[in-house]
């Protein structure tokens, strides 16, 4: 703090010195010997241009006769300087000084805020870490594995990386932990024990979703352990997103056996589990629900087939429902009911391939 | 424990403090017992910019050391950041950005004491008045409202990190020289200002405050070029130029400083214009806080925006009114004081130039109003628009073919009187060569319907006039012969500049002209060992590689492009993903033609077919591109070249030293 302030000091000192130089190194000109400078430098300049032929003698006259009015004008303007008794340019010192440094205590600054650099802080975490690394958040001790990734011992040893794989995704650097965990595989790929850990890096990095890389990952741990639980446990998520419920079921029953009764995940694999029960339940009501419009929309067609728009809702709805018998015996009867119009046949199967009536934002 | 963050924000009061001192002491001086005593605010300026200038440094120490503990780096910088893009950062937020603006702004008040030792005492000290005025309000928006040097108790782990579309060289160095360009005439308001409050606006005045116009425009030009450019291969839509309203609002200022650079110069020549000329260096200011007010505002939605709360725009509005305010209003007062200058004829130099000024006005009247009326128009009736390329295009276009066209004709003609037949006649042979190159480019680069040949030739005999009638007017300085070389390195670097600026914008006008009518471009889905075809060449994509930048990694094609069987070129534009921000940015690739760009930009790879990606590959076939960066260059060239004219050097050390003498 003391630091702080003496070198406020300074720096107000450091620029009221520069004002007072300044005003030292430039007295003032006398502004009548001033403007004859400059008369006499312009005249000079006209000459030297009426002489060249820019310009012509009329302009040339004309320009000196300006620069004489000049010359009169500052004449009568000129008055005597004024200088500043030392007192008042002391005072006037002191108050810009005390002013600026009144305003950055009491109002603007927060003096008792050291600085914070980033090289600082890894030196203090490195040390904190020595002495005990659990005391450090994943971030900061992050931050010192990726500093220390480069020494020599670090930099081809397998397990080195997978630590930093683990403690990265702890902070939450999914992107950083899917390559330190990709170069400890690159590094070892016989003995490599983290391709879960890898699949799911690269679930996170992918937003959420097992995409084709944290597949093979996945498939790979399960082929070195087939209970593994957390390959097993994301492998339920995807189905579980796509609707293959059973799959996700028995994907999640996997899991929750591979585990230790106490194991807090078992907690996420039974909210997965009952999330698997109320898709599932939710998907048949659903399919019940299309199933009763399906039928009543098949009772209009019979009624009156000559709606085109109705066929092809009614083709997309087999295509949603999954049901191609279905779907092929509607085809058929619309094939029928237009088998002297062609072109319009054609139509509503390209139709129904997109969204179609009133699932179609775009209108018909 | 070190504290170079709270020195920098001690230094940032001291700055504003100085600055309040520095409008003191030349209002105090205004009063007859104190009358001298605003010499002191010369060593003030000094001291106000040196002492922002150590804020900024400190500021650029705090990315440089990724000191998170400051609220502004923790938002826009990473310690994975390359050192460039750590200081570039300083400038890449809207509170960095504003103290780039004061330091510039305080700097230039400085330059007046440092190179206006020739200036009387009254003109000068007046200006630092209201150089000090401008600088006390913006030092103090950015203390008050958008400190640089904020600070947060506890720094977090890591920062945020800059958008990666602002990660590139010409964006680094973009904001500092548009700065210069948009704060130079700030200097020039002043000047205007205190010559308005002096009662002694002539020729001498328009001779002192040319060079910071001049100064001001380069800067400007070579801003927007930057800008343009970076907008060009960065953004990967292939233009460069959008009218976009952030665009728009540095491209104003910059209208306006190029019709008040030549009204400068019919003041500086025939005494004429005066009421004219000081308008528009209020105006030109006016734009370039208009500038300020918009990108920060949160009115625009933009790549260029800084996304700032509005109660921030309303400061800033509120500055723009003060000042613009008290600039017009003493206009408005002292005009009828004016005494009308230099006669001259109808058809004259001084008259030709009038009709340019007015012309750019005209132009830089429909920039304002597209700019503007989308923005009144959600705000008064909620109702969203935007106004486009058409718009300008039919309006901005006309507007500045008409001013190019009397250009050739304007430099031929002599002061107070000139004889328009004998011009004319005198640039048959420049406009025989425009009607045929134009007339060849028609041909070779042709297109369907007879409107669009009809503007492509106008546009194209546009830029081609403005070339030959300009080295027409060399050639006639010059001649041919052994004389010829002794007299182009006798001419003027006045002289030379502005035949320089003028070809040069006769090249851009060429490059936009020919890009805009014909360049073509196609989409298509890619997968490895797929061929497309386009403007005669063709370009397969060979294969993709993975590249680990220095923050970021990428997934690039590699793309063969062949003309009649010949390999022009290897395109490996990429896909770079940035962790520290999670986000993708696409790098296009560019083939160098001599003229022309083949432009390939990758986007991410879709749903596989056959096992293999597909990926959505946007190729432009743009010709003639490169002039459109070249031509500004020039232009830019042309106006550092005028500085360095002996008759517009700003006062130097050997002047003053020849003043002390005479004195």
Redesign the interface.
Known sequence: MI??VL??VV??AA??A??????RR?P????L??????Y??FVV?VERREGRG?IDAE?AN?ERV?AAR?LLK?EA?A??????KPAHAAI?AFA?AG???A??ALY????E???????T?VVQWTDAARRNIDSL?P??LS?VLHRRASEPDNVKNPDFWLFLGKVDMMAG?Y??AA?AFDTSMKLSPKTFTGWSDLGEALYFVAGGSVGPDSQKAFDLALAQDPKDARAHYYLGRRDLDQGRYDSARAHFVTAKAALAVDDIRQNAIAEQLAAVETAQSGEAAARTRIAGMVAALEAQLTEQPDNADGWARLLRSYDVMGDAAGKARVLKEMQAHYRDRPQVAADIVQKSKGAVGAENTGGQ | ???????G??????A???SV?QVALVAA?QWKR????E??S???S??AA??LI?SFAILIA?FV?????VVNVYEHSH?DKPLLYKISGAWGSHEGSMLLWCVIMLSFGALI?LLG??L???LKHKALGIQGLLGAAFVGFT??SS?PLG?L?E?P??GRSLNPALQDPALAFHPPMLYLGYVGLSVVFSFAVAALIEGRL???WARWVRPWVLAAWVCLTIGITLGAYWAYYELGWGGWWAWDPVENASFMPWLAATALLHSAIVMEKR?ALKAWTVFLAILAFTFSMMGAFLVRSGLLTSVHAFAVDPQRGILLLTILFVTAGLGFALFALRVPELKPG?LFAAVSREASLVLNNLLLSAALLSVFLGTLYPLLMQALVDKAMSVGGPYYLAVFGPIMLAAIAIIPISQLMS??RSDLKGVVQRLGLAFGVACLSAAIGSLFYGGAGVWKQVTFFVGLLAGFWLIWGSLRLLMERVGFGAAAWRKFTAL?LATHGMILAHVGLGIFVLGAVVEGHSRISIQQGMQVGDTVRLAGYEMTFTGTYRQDGANY?AQGGIFVIEKNGRQVCEARPQRR?Y?AS?SMQSKVWLCFEPLNDLYVVLSQPQESVGGKPVWQVRWFYNPWVRLIFLGPVLMALGGVLSLFDR?LRLGVATKAR???E??
Not at chain 1, 28 to 31: N, P, Q, R, T, V
Not at chain 1, 79 to 84: F, G
Not at chain 2, 9 to 14: K, R
């Open positions: 630091g702080l070198t406020c720096i107000a620029l009221i520069i004002v007072g130089l300044w005003h430039a003032a000109i006398d502004a010997a001033l403007a004859k400078a400059q006499e430098g300049d820019d302009l004309e300006e000049a500052a303007a008055t005597p300087a004024y200088s500043l006037g810009v002013i600026s440094f305003l950055y603007i600054g927060h003096p805020l050291g600085d914070q650099p980033y090289e802080r958040p971030e900061a931050a650097r992107y950083e390559k | 424990m070190t504290f170079l963050n709270e020195i924000v001690f230094a940032l009061v001291c504003f403090v100085l001192a001086g104190l009358s001298g005593i010499r002191y010369e060593g003030v000094l001291a040196l002492s150590l705090a050391r990724s000191d998170f503990s310690t004491t030792r020739g009387p005492d009254s203390l008050f400190n600070r108790a720094a782990l890591q002539d020729r001498a005494d230099g002061w107070k003027p990694d993903f962790p999670g008759r020849k003043l002390k005479a004195v």
